[in-house]
C-alpha cells in the first residue's frame, strides 16, 4: 500500500465525516440533549461496529449479505426494530430526563456505548458501504495481503470518524451547556431525539 492511496482514503473519510449523515447527526443531537460525555460514548460504540463491519467484508461475508435479499431486509428489519424501541422510550420519558447534568448521565454512559454499537452492527447500509469502499482502495498483487489492506484502511476509517464525532460532541456539549436552560429546550430536543431516530429508520429502510 503506496502513502498516497492511504492519504486519498483518509481525506475521502475526513469528507464523509464532516458531511450530514445519520451517525454524525445522532451524536449531535444526543449531545446537545445529554452532554458531551453521552456523544462521546455513542460515537465510541458507532466506530466500535465499524470493527465487526470490517472484519466481514475481510473475510467475505459482506459479499453474501449483499446477495441474500432476505437476509439483508431481515438485518434491515432488526435495526428499525431497535431504533423504534429506542424512539419510544424517548417518547416515554420526562423531557427533563433528558437534560440531566453532564456529571449525572455518566451513570448511564455504558447503556449509551451499547446503543452505539448495536445501532451499527444492525445497519447492513454499513457494511455494503464497507464494501463497496474499502475494497475500492484495495491495491491487488501488492504487498500485504489484501485481507490486512481492508483492515488497515478500516482502521483508518474509524480513527478519522472517530475524531470528528468526538469533536461534534465535544462542541455540542459546550453549546448545550448555555442553551439549555432556555424555555422550551428539553422539549424540543426531545422530539428533536424522537425525529432522527424516525429519519435513521427511513434511511435504512427505503434508501
Known sequence: MDFQNLLTFSLFTLGLALSPGP?????????????????????????????????????????????????????????????????????????????????EADKSLWEFYRIGVVMNVLNPKVTLFFLAVLTGFVQPNQK?????????LGGIFMAVSLFVFYAISFLAGKVSRFIKTARGFSSVMKWLQILVFLAIVAMLLFF
Open 23 to 103: 451517525d454524525n447527526i445522532f451524536v449531535l443531537t444526543q449531545s446537545m440533549a445529554r452532554g458531551a460525555r453521552t456523544g462521546i460514548a455513542i460515537s465510541s460504540g458507532l466506530i466500535t461496529g465499524c470493527i465487526f463491519h470490517t472484519t466481514l467484508v475481510a473475510l467475505g461475508f459482506a459479499v453474501v449479505i449483499r446477495d441474500n435479499e432476505w437476509l439483508l431486509w431481515t438485518i434491515k428489519l432488526l435495526g428499525a426494530g431497535y431504533l423504534l424501541f429506542l424512539a419510544y422510550q424517548v417518547y416515554r420519558s420526562d423531557a427533563s430526563i433528558d437534560l440531566q447534568a453532564e456529571t
Open 144 to 152: 500485504p495481503a489484501e485481507w490486512i489492506q481492508i483492515f488497515v
